[in-house]
């Protein structure tokens, strides 16, 4: 036998509603431990990893993820980040992580003003991140969305530095893998649909890889997200 | 004191609301109307009688949380007692 599983620990602010969708992940898909902390917990429970799920935590007042921020468990989140835990925000969570500068940039409202709720393609352009490990570079990956607020921009340099860095990690693109204004489902600049930290730790992405992680659902290919951070803790 | 923050995506920023609204203005006849950027104000009612360090403190507020500084700027206006 191996080593023991890696632990999740799925936070829960007022307003998730996708934390059930990543707690079946990790326990019936993945077989492992998984603890939902609920966000005025600062106890991270001896969690592996770390996922801030969907939703619209504090209703998305003021702005998405501006208020979930200042839950007290975004300190033990921050602290098990800068330690280099792996950390992954979906939808919400990836705004988030946005607003509590866990990674740079901003959203806006989408493009054409409107709720987004669809499937579309993604390049996998940094398959080196905690989460991406799993995946081909270049792969082309399809995932639902559901957002009004998804469209992605950053500073010039913060944009150059990213895509030097390879920081993004994911960018729509059409069923062929080319990157067009069509395949944009919000306006994110250069289609970046998601994003990573220099040191691959911290990945915020709007699509859902937890919406499309079985065959029950007709597609799994979310699945290796979270396969991926348990590949990259098991020992060598 | 009466302090009113305002917050608007900054100059150069993409705005969808704003660039709806201003196509909404144009379509109702305004066309004089050539660019809208939409944003929000904030009243607040503060205590304090230093104007300055009050206005100190609603910049620290916009700052930490009222405006998201990558895309928006603000401005902080303490109101005149009546």
Same mark, same amino acid.
């Given at each position: 036998m191996s080593a023991a599983k890696p632990r999740f620990a799925i936070v829960v602010f007022? &307003?998730?509603?996708?934390d059930r969708d990543c707690h079946h992940v990790a326990t019936e898909l993945l077989g492992c431990d998984a603890e939902y902390v609920w966000h005025r917990d600062t106890d991270l429970k001896g969690a592996d990893v770390v996922i801030l799920p969907g939703g619209f935590a504090y &209703?998305?007042?003021?702005?998405?993820g501006a208020l979930a921020r200042f839950s007290p468990v975004m300190e033990s989140v921050t602290r098990f980040a800068m330690d280099g835990g792996p950390v992954l925000g979906i939808c919400n969570g990836f705004q988030v992580l946005l607003e509590a500068g866990l990674l740079p940039g901003a959203v806006r409202v989408n493009r054409g003003l409107r709720y987004v709720c669809k499937d579309v393609y993604m390049r996998v352009e940094n398959a080196s991140t905690a989460f991406t490990r799993l995946y081909e570079p270049g792969q082309v990956v399809q995932m639902p969305v559901g957002h009004g607020e998804g469209n992605y921009t950053a500073p010039p340099e913060t944009l150059t530095e990213l895509e030097y860095e390879a920081g993004v990690v994911f960018r729509y693109c059409d069923e062929t893998g080319r990157v067009t204004d069509e395949a944009n489902p919000n306006g994110s600049t250069a289609g970046i649909a998601g994003i990573a930290n220099r040191e691959g730790n911290v990945v915020g992405l709007m699509p859902h890889p937890d919406r499309c992680a079985e065959g029950l659902l007709g597609n799994d290919v979310g699945r290796k997200m979270f396969e991926s951070a348990v590949a990259a803790l098991a020992p060598a | 004191m009466k302090v009113e923050v305002r917050v608007y995506p900054k100059a150069g920023v993409l705005d969808p609301q704003g660039r709806a609204i201003a196509s909404a203005l144009e379509r109702l006849g305004h066309e004089t109307v050539s660019d809208v950027r939409a944003g929000k104000i904030f009243f607040l009612d503060v205590e304090g009688d230093d104007p300055v360090a009050v206005e100190a403190e609603a910049r620290k507020m916009a700052e930490e949380l009222l405006a998201n500084t990558v895309i928006e700027g603000y401005d902080v206006r303490i109101a005149a007692e009546p």
């Open positions: 007022p &307003g998730s509603n996708c &209703g998305d007042y003021l702005r998405a | -």
